[in-house]
């Protein structure tokens, strides 16, 4: 599975298991430029990452997710094993401290407002 879209439309790899929030949240991130990519929780986000690791520059995602790891462990994973990606990790429940996120991670708590996720996107592809 290809993405058709040229080198200035940015791939944002969105990871929220509650639809009408990953919705709304894909929604303000098509609206601000970004190519959206989906997942429902760590499981689907690594199966797509397998299969175009390369195209997608920001990983967003929920901490908590049903599935076989939580948001903080699929950040993990993902910058061991495809560092070029940037992080971007949100929660409603938590507050992850500096020592929990991997390094380049940023956090944003939830509620979030949807020009601050662009922000932070845009902050973390610019720094990487």
């Known amino acids: 599975m290809m993405i ?3 080198q200035d439309t940015p ?12 919705m709304s949240a894909a929604d303000d991130l ?12 760590a499981d689907v986000a690594l199966a ?10 920001v990983l967003f995602t929920d901490i908590d997710m049903p599935g076989s790891m939580n948001g903080l462990a699929l950040a993990e994973s993902v910058q061991r094993r495809w560092p ?3 992080l971007l990790i949100s929660s409603a429940y938590r507050r992850p401290h500096l020592g929990q996120l991997p390094e380049d ?5 939830k509620p ?7 922000q932070h996107i845009r902050e973390l592809m ?3």
């Open 4 to 6: 058709t879209n040229s």
């Open 11 to 22: 791939v944002v790899l969105l990871v929220e298991d509650e639809p009408i929030v990953r």
């Open 30 to 41: 098509q609206e601000a430029g970004f190519h959206v990519l989906e997942a429902a929780n």
């Open 48 to 57: 797509v990452l397998e299969a175009c690791s390369g195209e997608v520059q």
């Open 84 to 86: 070029h990606i940037s």
């Open 105 to 109: 991670g940023r956090f944003l708590p």
């Open 112 to 118: 979030y407002c949807s020009d601050a996720v662009v």
């Open 126 to 128: 610019t720094h990487h």
